[in-house]
């Protein structure tokens, strides 16, 4: 699994320092906490990372809420008003392969607005959930969990929000290994 910092964020840092590509990342606590210290050291000294959201008043539609990112997870989706205005959230850019075991519909939107089952989640997005929690991350954008996929209607305004979905995140996960969710 891949952590690709927003390009902005990466903007004055030292390109020997991240070797010009994502970072590889291990959720080991050393791994975790050289990604820590760089994330804050980018925040704190690169005045493009600390404004890095494009549109401070833009936030996505949809939300996944992993719940304290000290307690076990405990994911749900938030939308329209309960996602925290100016939310900062972490998305997941994944291959869905050849069929999509796990999304959000209309028939389980309001059950996974109450609590997603930990266990019906795809081995992928628990890693990418376990890396945004290590990370102090609580919220989540992943699209398939995101965008109501029988919706047209929802996937066509969705859709044309992807570009601000990614741009506003603080950073990406890209689970470029794999071949399904």
């Not at 008043?57 to 405990?74: C, H, M, N, V």
């Not at 925290?84 to 959000?104: A, I, M």
Request: net charge negative; hydrophobic share 35%.
């Amino acid at each position: 699994m891949l952590l690709s910092i927003n390009p902005q964020l990466t903007y004055g840092i030292d390109t020997q320092e991240i070797n010009n590509g994502p970072i590889c990342l291990d959720t080991s606590e050393n791994a975790t906490a050289g990604i820590k210290w760089w994330l804050c050291s980018c925040i704190e000294n690169h005045d493009e990372c600390r404004s890095s959201r494009k549109q401070p008043d833009w936030q996505p539609t949809r939300i996944l809420d992993l719940g304290d990112p000290a307690e076990p997870l405990s994911p749900r989706i938030l939308q329209g008003d309960q996602v925290p205005e100016g939310v900062e959230y972490v998305t997941l850019s994944h291959c869905w392969g050849l069929s999509q075991p796990f999304k959000l519909q209309s028939s389980n939107i309001n059950y996974f607005s109450t609590l997603i089952p930990i266990s019906s989640l795809p081995r992928t997005f628990l890693d990418a959930a376990a890396i945004a929690c290590s990370l102090s991350q609580r919220y989540f954008w992943i699209d398939s969990l995101c965008i109501i996929q029988d919706s047209k209607s929802d996937w066509a305004h969705e859709s044309s929000c992807m570009g601000s979905v990614y741009s506003n995140a603080l950073f990406n996960i890209a689970a470029a290994a794999s071949s399904h969710c």
